[in-house]
């Protein structure tokens, strides 16, 4: 993960579902073996976070997604 960048005043109440960095990818299912299957994947684009589908409980999935409320480079969809 890379450090992100604060901003100088927090934004409550603000989150990454709103942010135009997020990455949100369903995974795909595997037909065969030439077409193998793909993982869920859903976290920051600039890898300031990721969330981790077999550790992160809930509070941690909830604070992740508040990332946005202190991050600097939070740009609106
Ligand atoms: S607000 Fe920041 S941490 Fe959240 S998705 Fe955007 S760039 Fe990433």
């Not at 995974?27 to 981790?52: A, D, I, Q, R, V």
Request: negative net charge; charged residues 25%; glycine residues 6%.
């Amino acid at each position: 993960m890379i450090t992100m960048p604060l901003t100088s005043a927090p934004v409550p109440g603000r989150v990454c579902w709103l942010c135009k960095h997020i990455k949100f990818y369903p995974g795909s299912p595997g037909y065969s073996s030439w077409t193998p299957s793909e993982s869920f994947e859903l976290g920051c684009n600039k890898e300031y976070w990721e969330f981790e589908q077999w550790e992160d409980a809930l509070s941690d999935f909830r604070r992740k997604l508040q990332s946005a409320e202190t991050c600097a480079s939070f740009e609106e969809r």
